[in-house]
C-alpha cells in the first residue's frame, strides 16, 4: 500500500505547529465550539508543542479590536516566534516564509481562528507550495456549523488532513513508555473527558 499524506504517521522531528491567531478579540465569533472547551483546546495544543519541542510560529497582530494573545498559549509556547501580519492567509507576509523555511519541515501542523477565513487560506497557500497540512479542528473554532463544515470539506478535497490535539499527541508519542509519555496522560487528564475532573463536571 502507498503511504499518502493521510496514512503517513507523523514523527515530531518533521513537524512545525503554526498558531493562527489566538486573540481575545476574535473569541465573541466563536460559536461552533463551548468558549471555555476552545479555551482549554488552545492551550492543550500549545502544551504539545512545547512536550514534543515543536518548532513554532505564531500568528497574529495584537492590539486593537483583536486584543492580545491568549496567556496560556503564550506561556506554554515561550520559545515560540511571533509574526504579526496584516494579511488575510499568512504565506503572504515574507517574514512568515522566511521563517517557515528556516525551520525546514515540510509537515505543519496549524490550529487558529477562524477555520473558514484565515486558517483555510494559509492551508490553501501551504498547500498549493508543497507542504503537507494538518488541522487541528479542536482548536479551530467558527461562526455557524454550517460554515465549518464547508471549510473542512473543502480542506480535505484540497488534501489537508484534519485531527485533534488528542490524536496529534497520541501519533507524535507512539509509546507510553517514551519520555514524553507521563506528561502526555497528564495532559489528557487534566484537558479531556477521558480524565478531567473539571471537564466532566
Keep these: ?9 507523523l514523527k515530531k522531528e518533521e513537524v512545525t505547529l503554526v498558531m493562527v491567531d489566538f486573540l481575545e478579540g476574535f473569541v465573541p465569533g466563536i460559536r461552533t465550539i463551548d468558549r471555555n472547551m476552545f479555551y482549554a483546546n488552545a492551550e ?13 510560529i505564531m500568528l497574529g497582530d495584537e492590539g486593537g479590536f483583536r486584543g492580545n494573545f491568549f496567556p496560556k498559549v503564550k506561556e506554554n509556547l515561550p520559545n515560540a516566534t511571533y509574526i ?19 525551520m525546514g519541515n ?6 487558529g481562528i477562524s477555520i ?4 483555510t487560506q494559509l492551508t490553501l497557500d501551504l498547500l498549493n507550495n508543497g507542504y503537507q497540512v494538518y488541522v487541528v479542528v479542536d482548536a479551530s473554532g467558527s461562526d455557524t456549523n454550517l460554515n465549518e463544515m464547508a471549510a473542512m470539506l ?26 514524553e509519555g507521563p506528561q502526555v496522560g497528564e495532559l489528557y487528564q487534566k484537558y479531556s473527558y477521558w480524565g478531567s475532573s473539571e471537564l466532566n463536571k
Excluded at 44 to 56: E, H, M, N, Q, R
Excluded at 154 to 179: F, H, I, Y
Design 154 to 179: 473543502r480542506l480535505t478535497q484540497a488534501g489537508a488532513v484534519m485531527l485533534n490535539w488528542g490524536a496529534l499527541a497520541s501519533e507524535l508519542m507512539k509509546d507510553w513508555a517514551t519520555p
Design 44 to 56: 492543550a495544543l500549545a502544551k504539545v508543542g512545547s512536550i514534543f519541542k515543536l518548532p513554532t
Design 1 to 9: 500500500m502507498s503511504q499518502n499524506q493521510y496514512t503517513e504517521r
Design 84 to 102: 504579526e501580519r496584516h494579511t488575510v492567509s499568512a504565506w503572504d507576509e515574507p517574514k512568515f516564509r522566511e521563517e517557515l523555511e528556516r
Design 106 to 111: 515540510k509537515k505543519i501542523v496549524l490550529g
Design 116 to 119: 473558514d477565513i484565515c486558517t
